[in-house]
């Protein structure tokens, strides 16, 4: 049991305690105080406090979970009147046997003195007369153990159920968590190998350029795969270290393009000290670079990282060039990318993708925060 479980079910038992000490010590609170304590009185109020805590304990461990929180409420309504209904007359007939037993007087007044006898004063004095007594009704004690039930019942009805709801939002919200964070890991699983896959491809590439260059790649993929297997193995990583994969990605895609392709990647001089998704827009780049770049026409890749005290925006621009019918397709990348974000940001995130015959753009702006 998790300790917000703990707190959740010693904070319901205390509330619990709480109400059954109020309860059985309202003889000494609502007594009058003028009144010796009185236990025939304190005798008679247990006499009903036993058939509250039945009740208490039928309702909280049998009928409530077995009934109200699983859909049935009629059933449970039903048999709470019913168990009250067949209590209170129990009471009824209790309190009629022991009134029975009791002395009852003709008036309000005392017994007249004999008599003979004058406390009063003298033989002819009238002893004074008492006004006569307006005293209140009270209820019968089965017609106050059927508004203590209700409310006792409706009170930690109430308590239950707010306490079991709460519990179920926490454990609702830990499961959504947990399977945000399993997609997280899915979803960056899935970006390493494409990330991989076509790295391989420039190399291969360049074996039949230059071998040269293509040991100088393998080195910098070395690197690289370096950082995707060991350094991001946490859900976090600093901006420093993603942008130095970035740059070193960048410099092993200039082994393969020709020096007409213009690359820029601008980076601020100083860094902030910030946890960032790993490989949160390496896709981005990725994209650029498989489909910003042609042999055939002038092409460009502009990439700006330009993070501030609170976000970090990152935008890719890139020569658009006629894709063939096979490469319309984005691939995994992208979209991974995009439910990556979702994921992570949900609405506090903007991304922008403007496409036209000449430039393919990405615009992303994210919040800095704590990454868990």
């Known amino acids: 049991m998790t300790s917000s479980k703990y707190l959740i079910k010693h904070t319901e038992t205390f509330l619990v305690i709480i109400l059954w000490a109020l309860l059985i010590s309202m003889p000494l609170i609502f007594s009058n105080t003028n009144n010796s304590f009185n236990l025939d009185d304190l005798s008679i109020f247990l006499q009903t406090i036993a058939p509250l805590f039945l009740i208490f304990l039928v309702n909280r461990f049998l009928l409530a979970p077995k009934l109200l929180l699983k859909g ?10 019913v168990m009250i209904a067949f ?7 209790i309190d009629i046997q ?3 037993r009791m002395p009852h007087y003709s008036s309000n007044f005392p017994p007249r003195t004999p008599p003979g006898t004058h406390p ?3 033989p002819n004095q009238r002893p004074p007369q008492p006004p006569p007594l307006d005293l209140p009704k009270q209820l019968p004690p089965f017609a106050n153990f059927i508004i203590l039930s209700f409310l006792l019942v409706g009170f930690d009805t109430g308590l239950h159920a707010f ?9 609702r919200s830990r499961l959504e968590k947990e399977n945000v964070i399993n997609q997280l890991d899915i979803l960056r699983h899935q970006i390493s190998p494409h990330f991989l896959m ?7 590439t360049l074996i039949d350029i230059s071998g040269d260059k293509a040991k100088e790649a393998v080195i910098k993929l ?20 993603e942008i130095s994969f970035i740059e070193s990605y960048v410099e092993l895609m200039k082994l393969r393009v020709s020096e007409k392709v213009i690359i820029q990647l601008n980076i601020p001089t100083e860094i902030p000290n910030q946890k960032i998704p790993p490989l949160l827009f390496t896709s981005f780049v990725e994209n650029a670079f498989k489909h910003g770049i042609s042999y055939k026409y002038p092409s460009f890749i502009k990439i700006d990282i330009l ?3 609170s976000a970090l925006q990152v935008v890719v621009k890139n020569s658009n060039h006629q894709k063939k019918e096979v490469e319309q397709s984005s691939g995994i990348g992208l979209d991974n990318a995009k439910r990556r974000l979702d994921l992570l940001y949900s609405n506090e995130y903007t991304l922008n993708i403007i496409e036209n015959k000449a430039l393919f753009t990405v615009h992303l702006t994210i919040p800095f925060k704590t990454i868990s």
Do not use: W
Not at 72 to 81: E, G, H, P, Q, S
């Open 198 to 204: 076509n790295t391989l491809n420039n190399i291969h």
């Open 87 to 93: 209590l209170s007359v129990g009471l009824y007939f």
């Open 307 to 309: 993070p501030t005290s």
């Open 72 to 81: 049935r409420a009629t059933v449970y309504a039903a048999l709470i009147i």
């Open 163 to 171: 306490f079991k709801l709460t519990q179920a939002e926490k454990d």
């Open 120 to 122: 009063f004063g003298a």
């Open 222 to 241: 070395s690197k690289l795969m370096r950082y995707l297997l060991y350094d991001i193995a946490d859900n976090s990583t600093s901006l420093k270290n």
């Open 98 to 100: 022991m009134h029975d």
